[in-house]
Each structure stands twice: as C-alpha cells, then as structure tokens.
C-alpha cells in the first residue's frame, strides 16, 4: 500500500527542486521560466521508517488571463501561436485539477518572498478538497524578515510552516520527518491510497523494470502511444510542437511474456516506458535561441534541456520506439536519431505511427521507404494507429521479443563453430605480401556478457582498419543465432597460440 504525495503551489514556487532534491536525481526540468513542467511526474521515495511513498510533481497553477496577459512579451505576429498556446495551458489547468483529486497528500507549495493574492486563491481552493496538506515555504536560502514572514504565514491561516530551502538543502530533514507523521496518521485511519500501487499484482518496482523509451521528432505520435500503452491519459497531447518537456515515466505490463521466454515461468514483464521530447535539428533549435520573440525564445531555451534528457533516458533504455509519422514519411533528422540509437547498443524498433492517415498498402509503404532508405532494413518495422488502436498488440509483443533476445546466451562451442564457417566463407582482408607480416587469425570467441550480448575474439594480430571485417562478422554471427534485432557487438584482444 502506497500514498501518493504531490508537491502543489503556483508556478515558479520550486516545486520541480524540491522534488529532485528529495529524491535525489534530476529527474523534473528546472528553469526560472515559469510553467516549465506540464505533465505528472512520478517517482518513489523511500521514508525513514522503510516505508515508500509516490512522490509527485505537478504543473504550476495560473490564473485564468486573458491571452494578452499570459503571454505579456509576444509579438502582434504571434497572435495563433498565442491562441494555440492558450489553449494548451488551459489543458494544462484542467488536467492539473483532475489529478489532484486522487492525490492522499498535498505538499502546498509558497515562495517565500513572493506570498500573492494567487496563493491564497489557490489555498481555498485546495481546502475544499478535505486532503491532509503540509504548507512549505520554500526558497529559504538567506536570511529573512521572520517578522513579516510570521504576518505572512498567518494571513494563509497556516499554523505550522516548513522552511526549506532545494538550492542549499536546508528543511528538508524536516519536511521528511513531517511527511511521515502525517503518512502514519492517515494508516491508523486505515484510509486506502486514491492511487493503486504500480508495483502490486507482481509488476516489479520502477527499478527492476526494463527501459523502454518513446523517441522521435515531434509531434510523431509519441505522447499518444504512451497513453495508449499505459491505458490512461498520463501524458498531454496537442498538436503544438514540443508539448512534452520532461521525460514522463510509467510501469506497464507486458502480456504474454512467456510465449517469447524460452521456457521461462514469467508469466508478465515489466517495463519502464519513457515518453521523450520531441528531437529537432540542432540548428532550428539554436536558430529560435536567438529570435526576437520572448515566447519562441523561452520555449528553445527549454527544449535544449528537453532534448538533453530524451538523449539521456535513450542511453538507459534496453529498448527503443522510434516513432516516424507515416504520413509525413522518413527525414534526415530521423535517420539521425536511428544512427544515435545504435550507436548507444539500445535495440531499435521503428514504429510508423497515424498510419490510418496513409492510402497505401503496408507491403507497398514498407518496401518504397526501404528502398530510400537500406538502413530501414536493419531494424524491425511496425505500423501503429493510436486512433484507430491498431498494431498496439503487435508492438508490446515485438517490444518484449527484444528484451529476451538481449538476454541471449550462446555456447562457446556453438560461437567458435559459427566462427569457423564465417572465416572459411569469407576471409580476413590481410594477405601476406611482406615475410615479417602475420595472418590474421582467430583462435577462439567467447561470450562475456548479455544485455547485449558482448563477444571477445582472441587473435594472433589485431587488424588495421578493421571496420569492414568487423561488421561482416557481427552480421554473419546475428543471423547465424537468430539476434538480427540485437546490437550484439564484438571486441579483439591479441593473444599468443
């Protein structure tokens, strides 16, 4: 049994600090922007008794303003932009008053030397909802007015405030301490979490969960297959580009699992899904830095810290979904992302998402891209409608066929035989011209580690410039064992006979 616990206040109170500094990761988008975080984010934290709880942070409340008002430094040319926008926060609002209702506790949020009219709308407003709340004033970093502070505090009608401070730590211990009283108060109530547990019914904890992350350009349906696979809508979704900035996080559970597992007993798999901002190319990105418009400025300046922990979560991640948009086809900056994908050894899925908006046949859609673009080849390729819900059931299976094949153990005696036949079907590239020069041999191969698989060739004399045999032998060897979908990989050590 977990309770879950969010951090709410206004924007720009540290919210995102507070969260990052208690759980100890930079796992929430930090800015002096304000409205920077927009979805749920999610993560457990373990208290001084042993017990966990799912700490929450939340967006940022706004008023209700007039466009004009929300966006005071836009341009007279930005007015759609504007409009779009609005809507967006308005989404953003919405969303924001729905999640709270099925949070157990609310950790209001004030920053200590901007106490508003906001806050107190915001206080009367969160009281109705009846939750056991715990008030943190937070950015307590220097000395302050205890005086005009202690004025403040009343005039909220707190009794008993937290100080803390994310930048120096300081509270923290505290706000701890308060958490789990409150936490232990509720359980002697035996009131049971609004939200189910992620881990209960044998799902695995958020760390035993293999990652999956969701990457691509934006607005290629990313967000919209998240929601699909976790059965909720976690994530926000609008046709503006680079509504995702954090990398949202999710345990789901793959069904069928065993069909795949060789014998294993598991009867499911869970998995870490990861929902990414979306990746531009550098140089749009660097080129809306240094526009004149505040707003398209601000949003660039976001989305680099976006993309720098989408490009992270796809270092961690055992498995990745690369999601093209099939009615907009494959670009270079998607070539892009599949050449990162491989070159971080995560297992590549390339997914073509709003596939119902295509007039075409698959067989036929598949076979004009592939002859585009051979790299396609490499890498399995699915077609998804989240629309339609289509193609969802053959992508969770294709996902968990990956994970298994990482997992692949191949016998010493199977490997060197394999070896034996690559080298007498094609030769090393290294002929003896000069007597003092050395053959190329390879003695014998052997697996050192899985996930994925990693190779070691002991030889006679390392090769010069030997990507070429390299590659041929890596290819040879996955589809000789059947890891074709695997980025199995292969390491030279000299060795004498």
Same mark, same amino acid.
């Given at each position: 049994?977990m309770?879950?616990?969010?951090?709410?206040?206004?924007?720009?109170?540290?919210?995102?600090?507070?969260?990052?500094?208690?759980?100890?990761k930079?796992?929430?988008?930090?800015?002096?922007?304000?409205?920077?975080?927009?979805?749920?984010?999610? *993560?457990?934290?373990?208290?001084?008794?042993?017990?966990?709880?799912?700490?929450?942070?939340?967006?940022?409340?706004?008023?209700?303003?007039?466009?004009?008002?929300?966006?005071?430094?836009?341009?007279?040319?930005?007015?759609?932009?504007?409009?779009?926008?609005?809507?967006?926060?308005?989404?953003?609002?919405?969303?924001?008053?729905?999640?709270?209702?099925?949070? +157990?506790?609310?950790?209001? &949020?004030?920053?200590?030397?901007?106490?508003?009219?906001?806050?107190?709308?915001?206080?009367?407003?969160?009281?109705?909802?009846?939750?056991?709340?715990?008030?943190?004033?937070?950015?307590?970093?220097?000395?302050?007015?205890? %005086?005009?502070?202690?004025?403040?505090?009343?005039?909220?009608?707190?009794?008993?405030?937290?100080?803390?401070?994310?930048?120096?730590?300081?509270?923290?211990?505290?706000?701890?301490?308060?958490?789990?009283?409150?936490?232990?108060?509720?359980?002697?109530?035996?009131?049971?979490?609004?939200?189910?547990?992620?881990?209960? +019914?044998?799902a695995?904890?958020?760390?035993?969960?293999?990652?999956?992350?969701?990457?691509?350009?934006?607005?290629?349906?990313?967000?919209?297959?998240?929601?699909?696979?976790?059965?909720?809508?976690?994530?926000?979704?609008?046709?503006?580009?680079?509504?995702?900035r954090?990398?949202?996080?999710?345990?789901?559970?793959?069904?069928n699992?065993?069909?795949?597992?060789?014998?294993?007993?598991?009867?499911?798999?869970p998995?870490?899904?990861?929902?990414?901002?979306?990746?531009?190319?550098?140089?749009? &990105?660097?080129?809306?830095?240094?526009?004149?418009? &505040?707003?398209?400025?601000?949003?660039a300046?976001?989305?680099?810290?976006?993309?720098?922990?989408?490009?992270?979560?796809?270092?961690?991640?055992?498995?990745?979904?690369?999601?093209?948009?099939?009615?907009?086809?494959?670009r270079?900056?998607?070539?892009?992302?599949?050449?990162? %994908?491989?070159?971080?050894?995560?297992?590549?899925?390339?997914?073509?998402?709003?596939?119902?908006?295509?007039?075409?046949?698959?067989?036929?859609?598949?076979?004009?891209?592939?002859f585009?673009?051979?790299?396609?080849?490499?890498?399995? *390729?699915?077609?998804?409608?989240?629309?339609?819900?289509?193609?969802?059931?053959?992508?969770?299976?294709?996902?968990?066929?990956?994970?298994?094949?990482?997992?692949?153990?191949?016998?010493?005696?199977?490997?060197?035989?394999?070896?034996?036949?690559?080298?007498?079907?094609?030769?090393?590239?290294?002929?003896?011209?000069?007597?003092h020069r050395?053959?190329?041999?390879?003695?014998?191969?052997?697996?050192?580690?899985?996930?994925?698989?990693?190779?070691?060739?002991?030889?006679?004399?390392?090769?010069?410039?030997?990507?070429?045999?390299?590659?041929?032998?890596?290819?040879?060897?996955?589809?000789?064992? +059947?890891?074709?979908?695997?980025?199995?990989?292969?390491?030279?050590?000299?060795?004498?006979?």
């Amino acid at each position: 049994m977990m309770y879950s616990v969010a951090f709410v206040g206004k924007v720009n109170v540290g919210k995102s600090s507070l969260f990052n500094s208690l759980c100890r990761k930079q796992k929430a988008l930090v800015s002096s922007i304000p409205g920077v975080t927009r979805d749920i984010l999610k *993560t457990t934290l373990r208290l001084k008794n042993g017990e966990e709880v799912r700490l929450i942070d939340t967006a940022g409340f706004r008023p209700s303003l007039q466009e004009n008002e929300l966006f005071p430094n836009s341009l007279p040319t930005e007015k759609n932009l504007i409009r779009e926008r609005a809507k967006l926060e308005a989404n953003v609002a919405s969303k924001l008053d729905h999640d709270i209702k099925s949070i +157990d506790i609310l950790m209001v &949020t004030f920053d200590i030397s901007d106490i508003t009219a906001q806050d107190h709308i915001l206080l009367r407003k969160l009281r109705k909802l009846g939750k056991p709340m715990i008030p943190v004033f937070n950015k307590a970093d220097s000395v302050f007015d205890e %005086a005009m502070v202690s004025n403040e505090v009343k005039s909220l009608g707190i009794e008993y405030p937290i100080f803390t401070s994310a930048l120096r730590g300081f509270g923290l211990s505290l706000l701890l301490d308060k958490l789990q009283e409150v936490s232990e108060r509720i359980k002697e109530k035996k009131s049971p979490p609004k939200i189910s547990d992620e881990t209960e +019914d044998g799902a695995g904890s958020m760390q035993e969960a293999e990652a999956v992350c969701l990457i691509g350009r934006p607005n290629a349906g990313k967000s919209s297959l998240f929601n699909a696979l976790c059965k909720e809508q976690i994530a926000l979704v609008s046709k503006i580009p680079g509504t995702t900035r954090d990398a949202l996080e999710s345990i789901i559970k793959v069904p069928n699992f065993s069909a795949f597992n060789r014998g294993s007993s598991h009867a499911a798999l869970p998995l870490k899904l990861i929902d990414t901002a979306g990746l531009r190319r550098r140089a749009a &990105t660097l080129h809306s830095v240094k526009k004149r418009s &505040t707003l398209l400025r601000e949003d660039a300046e976001i989305e680099i810290l976006s993309v720098k922990r989408a490009l992270m979560a796809l270092r961690h991640s055992m498995v990745s979904l690369l999601l093209i948009d099939a009615s907009e086809g494959i670009r270079d900056q998607d070539k892009k992302i599949m050449q990162r %994908a491989v070159d971080e050894r995560s297992s590549l899925i390339v997914v073509f998402s709003k596939f119902d908006l295509v007039d075409i046949r698959w067989k036929e859609y598949l076979k004009e891209k592939q002859f585009g673009l051979p790299l396609l080849e490499k890498f399995l *390729t699915l077609k998804i409608s989240t629309r339609k819900n289509t193609g969802i059931k053959a992508l969770l299976k294709a996902v968990s066929k990956a994970l298994v094949l990482r997992q692949s153990e191949i016998s010493t005696v199977e490997l060197n035989k394999a070896l034996k036949l690559a080298l007498e079907t094609h030769a090393p590239p290294v002929l003896v011209r000069q007597a003092h020069r050395k053959v190329f041999q390879v003695y014998y191969g052997v697996q050192i580690r899985k996930n994925p698989p990693l190779i070691k060739l002991f030889v006679n004399k390392k090769l010069k410039n030997s990507h070429i045999y390299n590659t041929y032998l890596t290819r040879f060897l996955k589809k000789y064992f +059947d890891l074709n979908q695997v980025p199995l990989r292969l390491i030279f050590e000299e060795k004498q006979k």
